[in-house]
């Protein structure tokens, strides 16, 4: 399913400056990526500092990590500034 504001997958992380796109949220959003800002709504693990994802990045939102009450407010892909 791709996102109908960027044409992009949706279970794909988008990053855009200091917003990325939780791949969870965005598929259960089903029609545009969902961001927040990182790394606060995400966090880091040294653990996951990969080729590819050199700041260890995680790839899902606190609040699809289990946390109960995630203080992050969504911004969905049309709404963010370009
Ligand atoms: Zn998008
Ligand atoms: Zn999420």
Known sequence: MNCTHCNKPLNESQTHGNLKSCPLCSSQNGREHVFYSN????????????????????????????????????????????
């Open 39 to 82: 790394p606060s709504a995400f966090g880091r693990s040294t653990k996951r500092i990969t080729k590819n994802h050199p700041n260890g990045d995680q790839s899902y939102c606190y609040a699809c990590r289990g946390a109960k009450d995630s203080p992050y407010s969504p911004i969905l892909c049309s709404q963010k500034q370009e």
